[in-house]
């Protein structure tokens, strides 16, 4: 049958040489793979084509049925029937291989598994999560670490990963911050292109490149009031301007996959959603890719009472255009009587099925089944050295400083500095959630950075409470310390007899990530006690926090005198910290999230819009505020410090007009003005004065990381032309309106001068 097929397409193949000439030779490369799928899908019967259909993870015991286990007997009966199209989470270059000689050999069309797996941010070698890493906004490091875990991956047999997320989130009490790339839609689509081109290469044809996903569309980041799985309720103003961005870039970057959310939007089930399925990507967008539901989000719409069934929902989630059902059985159990009872149906599963043929083409799954399946290459390749190296490197860029007085950073050496806290020499909260094959306990903790670097201090360590109970996974829900103070009296002996103290609080890795939101932001257990009791015998202390969203820290903040921002940063943590705080390395990183100062100011974001209200006369209070806080954020959108300063002068623009063919150079001129070299992110946002929806204050609209050695000046500039000042209009039109904008380039989105230009028709 395989050379009846492959006869077909050398046919086909020459058909199409013979028609094409040189300069469409790309799309004639793509009309291979289609004619490819064409031919293919010829062969097969309904059955075969729902196979391919059906998801489902499947655990390491899947290369063979489990005795006791009827599900798993049943799993694995379907898999080597052709029931299955794609598994996720079976890892490693032996079990891949085994699983797919097996569906190899048993099945007619011997069509090739693919197998995916949640590499989200590295596979073995670990990288700051995703939140902490788009604080570099180092687009050319986000490319190379997606590059580098799809190259671990891809060597443990894995060629799908779900990943990136590109939720704009701007509520930290989600806690599924930590996978996204914060709140700005201009940075987030970005920051989706590249790690989309580190995953994919340049084409999914290249060695070790893995398909990617965008996920989750869309609205899962405007869960209501944070809480994981909750409903969405956005306008289209929001979706189309905010939410979207992102994954519009997704789709323009080629992206070979996305995955729905759990979430409805305004009372439609993401999962069954016509308008953003099959109107926005697969028409408007031309998504030629192929939709994976999430994690039985299909039957999850029989929760959400829009589906009567779990047939229903199949037949909904078929019609509005999800391709793959995962996990939840309804395609397996159902697209075959549906279709029986309703012909009509099986143009959607054709459709569906060649986007999944496709895929496998454009994977080489047909060439070579075992492409990844290679034992002594994946020994060679999963945590390799240099990929260690590339872990400290996005690491160092990461990190956020987010307070600096009295200098008390960068510590000189020769000092007796006590290092406290619960995750002060954990090798593990590093490592963050979705840590793939990560190894627990594996990063490089604080305090075994701090004795290599900062190796001439005397270094004395102490854990001052614990920080949760019992074990901590993927699984459970954590427990946390909230009563047990025993460690508290040597902390405050040690802080005495210090100079400086280096306090590591924050959150465990499984505090943030799927299902762990949180109602309160601020440190848990017994962290903020335990600091105020060092505080009260030593002022001297640098905070080193370890979290996986932004927090409220404004005690922290009046009080602590240096305050650095670490996330959950990798495998290499503790050294990439203690070259921060050694001044080795000078830090950089940005936020991408506001940091509130109140939990009661959220959903809190730079980019926010006028109102009606934005203020009033004095004493009065008819404007819209909360009458006990004001209404900025702790730390703002785009803020994070250096160990030197940088000057902003000349913002000049080279014309105060354009129309909708021209353009103008915003420029300016940065200087290094303090004692040390040091890398600065230089921003532009833009203002529109008034236009026929309501739009944001300031929006994000230019970005450059430059690195200045002490006193040095560069000039950068931006180009502004009416396409970067479109947004979508009421009647969902991408436009841009003539009027006034203006625009200032700063060190953040709180600070700058505006300077005036305007858009004629
Ligand atoms: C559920 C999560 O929402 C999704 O992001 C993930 O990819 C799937 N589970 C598969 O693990």
Known sequence: MINKYFSICSWSFLFLFLSCNSQNIETAILSVIDMKVVSFFSLMTLQEKIGQLNQYSVGEEMTGPNQDNEDSKKRYQQLINGDVGSVLNLLGAENTRLLQEQVINNTRLKIPLIFAYDVIHGYKTIFPIPLGESCSWDLDIIEKTAKIAAKEAAASGVQWTFAPMVDISRDARWGRVMEGAGEDPFLGSKIADARIKGFQGNSLDEPFTIAACAKHFAGYGFVESGKDYNIVNVGKNTLMNVILPPFKQAANSNVATFMNAFNDIDGTPASANNFILRDLLKRDWNFDGVVVSDWNSI?????????????????????????????????????????????????????????????????????????????????????????????????????????????????????????????????????????????????????????????????????????????????????????????????????????????????????????????????????????????????????????????????????????????????????????????????????????????????????????????????????????????????????????????????????????????????????????????????????????????????????KKIYLRKGETQTVSFVVDSDLLRFYNDSNNFISEAGSFSLKISTSSSTGDMKSFELYQ
Not at 343 to 354: F, G, R, S
Not at 469 to 487: H, P, S, V, Y
Not at 585 to 609: A, C, D, E, R, W
């Open 299 to 703: 039957g999850e719409m029989v929760n959400h009472r829009t589906a009567k069934n779990l047939r229903s929902a199949a037949e909904q989630a078929l019609i509005a255009g999800c391709d793959i059902d995962m996990e939840a059985t309804a395609y397996v159990d159902h697209l075959d009587s549906l279709v029986k009872d309703n012909p009509d149906l099986l143009i959607h599963v054709d459709e569906a099925v060649k986007r999944v043929l496709k895929l496998k083409f454009e994977l080489g799954l047909f060439e070579d089944p075992f492409r990844y399946c290679n034992i002594e290459l994946e020994k060679e390749t999963v945590g390799a050295k240099e990929h260690f190296e590339l872990a400290e490197k996005a690491a160092l860029n990461s990190i956020v400083l987010l307070k600096n007085s009295k200098n008390v950073l960068p510590l000189i050496e020769k000092k007796k500095i006590a290092v406290i806290g619960p995750l002060a020499n954990d090798g593990d909260t590093p490592l963050g959630n979705w840590r793939g094959k990560g190894e627990q306990n594996s990063a490089t903790s604080l305090v075994e950075g701090m004795k290599m670097v900062l190796k001439n201090n005397s270094i004395n360590y102490t854990k001052g409470c614990e920080l949760s109970i019992g074990n901590n996974n993927f699984f459970q829900e954590l427990k946390i310390n909230k009563t047990d103070r025993n460690g508290f009296k040597e902390a405050i002996e040690l802080a005495k007899s210090s100079d400086v103290v280096v306090m590591a609080l924050g959150e465990p890795a499984y505090m943030s990530g799927e299902g762990r939101s949180r109602a309160d932001i601020g440190l848990p257990g017994l962290q903020l006690e335990l600091l105020k009791e060092v505080y009260a015998v030593n002022k001297n202390i640098v905070l080193v926090l370890m979290n996986g969203r932004p927090m409220t820290l404004t005690w922290e903040n009046e009080h602590i005198p240096a305050i650095i921002e670490t996330w959950h940063l990798g495998s290499r943590a503790g050294i990439a910290i203690a070259k921060v705080l050694a001044g080795v390395h000078n830090p950089s990183g940005k936020l991408t999230m506001s940091f509130p100062k109140h939990v009661g100011q959220l959903p809190i974001y730079y980019n926010h819009k006028n109102t009606g209200r934005p203020t009033s006369g004095p004493n009065q209070v008819f404007y819209s505020h909360h009458t006990d806080i004001d209404n900025n954020p702790l730390y703002p959108f785009g803020y994070g410090l250096s160990y030197t300063s940088f000057d902003y002068s000349d913002i000049t623009l080279s014309n105060d007009s354009l129309d909708f063919n021209s353009s103008i150079e915003a420029s300016v001129d940065v200087t290094n003005t303090g004692g040390v070299d040091g890398a600065e992110i230089v921003q532009m946002y833009i203002t529109d004065h008034f236009a026929s929806v309501t739009l944001p204050n300031i929006e994000l609209k230019g970005f």
